[in-house]
């Protein structure tokens, strides 16, 4: 299936329900990305945005719905996507290059990953921290590495919780100027999942407003600049206020059926 600019449609969930032991999360959710978008899923705080990747991942089996990528149908973990959690996950035992090799050296090929690791640390702005330890890098290297791991999966579909979430405001905000400039050269299809407005104005080609469980999608924007700066960011106003107002109206319904 193609989207109305003629990009294929890469990943494509159609009708997706789940329930924690008996407690529906999402209900009926339906979302795409076409190949090589950025979409953004952005919702409050427990409204199921880690349960959606985790139904993708394969690590959690939906109640109903399906998930497709490339036009087939996904039942199992998959090698379609590589994963970063909500937490970076670096094992503190293991050197940074270690860490970053993990899924390499899982599929048995070690040895390329390595070589394609070292070469990229520099880009990630790890060069020189290949033999240190998780507990010798700042929070904003952590997630950079745990980044790096997740690029170098040979998936085609980036799945990303709240990346730079557990960073303060300076950081994450150089880890954003960082993951713009990182998106031509990573030239995948990204689902980033964020409860930052500014995060998915910035980074994405299409954001997704989430309302809160059973979740749905209250809205849908397109962002078409091509010259993102924060400049351009800062003037967003209108766009914050569309935003603010579908999530708040999502929430104000959460309240009254309660
Ligand atoms: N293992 C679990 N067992 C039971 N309920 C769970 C479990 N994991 C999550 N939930 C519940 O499901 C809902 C959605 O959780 P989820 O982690 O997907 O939310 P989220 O949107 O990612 O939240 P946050 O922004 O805080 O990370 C929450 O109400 C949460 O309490
Ligand atoms: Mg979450």
Redo the contacts with the bound molecule.
């Keep these: 299936m193609n989207l109305t600019d003629g990009t294929a449609r890469k990943l494509e969930v159609r009708g997706l329900s789940f329930a924690?032991?008996g407690?529906p999360?999402l209900e009926n959710l339906s979302l795409y990305a076409g190949q090589g978008e950025f979409v953004s899923l952005l919702?409050?705080?427990?409204?199921?945005?880690?349960?959606?990747l985790k139904l993708l991942t394969g690590i959690l089996k939906p109640d109903s719905g399906e998930i497709l990528v490339d036009s087939c149908r996904i039942s199992e973990i998959s090698g379609h996507f590589a994963y970063m959690p909500?937490n970076d996950l670096l094992f503190p035992w293991k050197t940074i290059l270690d860490n970053v090799c993990l899924y390499g050296e899982i599929h048995g090929t070690s040895e390329k990953t390595r070589k394609e690791a070292l070469a990229n640390f520099p880009l990630f702005g790890l060069g020189g921290y290949e033999n240190s330890y998780p507990s010798a890098l700042s929070g904003g290297m952590r997630q950079r590495a745990a980044f790096l791991r997740t690029a170098l999966c040979q998936a085609d579909i980036l799945l990303l919780?709240?990346p730079f979430g557990a960073l303060d405001v300076i950081t994450r905000s150089e880890m954003q100027d960082w993951l713009l400039a990182m998106r031509e050269k990573l030239n995948r299809t990204v689902l980033l999942?964020t409860?930052d407005m500014d995060e998915a104005i910035y980074l994405s080609d299409r954001i997704l407003i989430l309302n809160p469980?059973p979740s749905g999608i209250v809205d849908e924007i397109s962002i078409n600049e091509k010259k993102r700066s924060r400049d351009w960011l800062y003037r967003q106003n209108d766009l914050r206020r569309h935003i603010f107002s579908k999530i708040s109206g999502s929430a104000g319904r959460k309240e009254n059926t309660q």
Aim: proline share 5%.
């Design positions: 924690y032991e407690r999360v919702g409050p705080s427990g409204c199921g945005k880690s349960t959606i909500q919780d709240e999942v409860h469980w």
